[in-house]
């Protein structure tokens, strides 16, 4: 069983968040995501030093930590295979084309998505795609 994981998920192992475990035990099994996830990850990092969350150094490690988990523990799909029907998705549920991405990738391969964004889990709920909110 593959798991797909979203920004949210990622930038709670890299930012050690709450319930970053379950993401960490996902990453055995190579989950799989889109590219866009690593950006939205990185950037989640930079905001999260800027708003003085955490300091330089651990900006630092949460990055190295990101690109790792990218390099030998994700799979990626392609995001262009997906873009049409995660429109549908976008407008017709109110979420941003970015959550779509994941919820539609999580329909294309039938399997579940972990995420800690409640508006998407309601968003593939309504769609019967089964969402791991954690």
């Known amino acids: 069983m593959v798991t797909v994981i979203d920004a949210s998920a990622l930038v709670a192992l890299c930012l050690r968040e709450k319930g970053y475990e379950r993401v960490l035990s996902e990453l055995r099994v190579l989950p799989t995501t889109v590219e866009l996830c690593v950006k939205e990850a990185a950037n989640a ?16 490690l949460s990055f190295k930590a990101l690109k790792e988990a990218s390099q030998y523990n994700l799979n990626f799909y392609p995001e262009l295979e997906l873009l049409d029907s995660a429109f549908d998705i976008a407008i017709a549920s109110g979420v941003t084309i970015y959550d779509a991405l994941y919820i ?9 998505l972990l995420t800690r964004d409640r508006k998407q889990k309601q968003a593939a709920d309504k769609l019967k795609i089964k969402t791991e909110l954690f």
């Open 45 to 60: 990092i930079v905001v999260a030093t800027q708003r003085g969350l955490i300091n330089n150094t651990q900006a630092t």
């Open 104 to 112: 539609a990738l999580a329909r294309r391969i039938e399997d579940k």
